[in-house]
């Protein structure tokens, strides 16, 4: 894994536009529905746009791999204290709450059973905390359970929000 990142001012929604048609036929594949709350105005972030796309396709790639047919995922995405907050939530097998710390383990996958195995070498989880951490900022995972869904959540620093709608007024 590279140890280099190229920060620069970028437009978050560009980015997730990026991440999202490059799993939106992993999405489309298993008629699933991907819900997307962003706040109003422009979002945008200090951040190397190449690997925050990597962030977010991983994370929501798994979300889809680990969603029944016609689930339902969801991102949402705000700036709060300068920060870009984003969560990736899904109905999915969820996660038993002991395991949540290992999730992002190079190599660790879940628990799988036929039914639901994915084929994969367990590096994406590790690869985004990597990226996320190499900016200076957080990711963690939680789950109500085995059966009730996950999210996977994290935030980098250096954000702002621009709304235009006040100017519009002007």
């Known amino acids: 894994m590279t140890r280099h990142i190229r920060p620069s001012r970028i437009d ?6 990026h991440a999202v048609e490059t799993v939106s036929p992993l999405i489309s594949a298993k ?3 991907l819900d997307i709350k ?5 979002i ?7 690997r925050l796309v990597q962030v977010l396709q991983n994370l929501l790639s798994n979300a ?4 029944p047919r016609s689930g339902r995922i969801e991102l949402v995405a705000y700036v709060a204290r300068a920060r870009l907050c984003v969560a990736i939530s899904d109905n ?5 709450p002991a395991a949540i710390d290992k999730t992002f383990e190079l190599f660790t996958q879940g628990a799988d059973n036929t039914e639901t195995f994915h084929v994969g070498l367990g590096i994406g989880l590790a690869l985004a905390r990597f990226i996320v951490e190499m900016h200076g900022g957080t990711i963690w995972a939680s789950s109500a359970g085995v059966g009730r869904g ?21």
Do not use: C, I, W
């Open 92 to 96: 999915g097998r969820g996660m038993d």
């Open 38 to 42: 962003l706040s109003t105005g422009d």
């Open 31 to 33: 008629l699933q529905s």
């Open 44 to 50: 945008s972030v200090s951040a190397d746009e190449v």
């Open 12 to 17: 978050f929604k560009r980015v997730l536009s």
């Open 64 to 67: 889809s791999k680990f969603t």
């Open 150 to 170: 996950s999210t996977f959540s994290f935030e980098l620093p250096g954000a702002t929000l621009e709304d235009h709608s006040a100017n519009a007024l002007k």
